[in-house]
Nanobody, 122 residues
Framework: QVQLVESGGGLVQAGGSLRLSCEVSGTFFSILTMGWYRQAPGKQRERELVAVSFKTGTIDYADSVKGRFAISRDNSKNTVYLQMNSLKPEDTAVYYC??????????????WGQGTQVTVSS
């Protein structure tokens, strides 16, 4: 059973910083992708990609966070981080960790964390 456990959300003033963490646990062969999505208030069916890190080393960001957010991963700890700087009120959302995992048998499976609230006050 694979689990993703997030931490690090909270309330911060505009211009401040937060760091999110997500640890993957369980039995699997390899973690191919690790990333962060967010769902803003009032957008119940829209989950926006924030940042993603591929095992190859490629990283991609949403245009809205480029230059402010940084994703990193520690493969030895099966953990991905999202450093969020210069936060804006429009960054307020529930942030979800996502991982594309290759099990020991079968094809790639998609897993999600439980979500962590980030609130940026103006």
């Amino acid at each position: 059973q694979v689990q993703l456990v997030e931490s690090g959300g909270g309330l911060v003033q505009a211009g401040g910083s937060l760091r999110l963490s997500c640890e993957v646990s369980g039995t699997f062969f390899s973690i191919l992708t690790m990333g962060w999505y967010r769902q803003a208030p009032g957008k119940q069916r829209e989950r926006e990609l924030v940042a993603v890190s591929f095992k190859t080393g490629t990283i991609d960001y949403a245009d809205s966070v480029k230059g402010r957010f940084a994703i990193s991963r520690d493969n030895s700890k099966n953990t991905v981080y999202l450093q969020m700087n210069s936060l804006k009120p429009e960054d307020t959302a529930v942030y979800y960790c996502n991982a594309g995992i290759l099990p020991r048998v079968g094809g790639v499976l998609d897993y999600w964390g439980q979500g962590t609230q980030v609130t940026v006050s103006s």
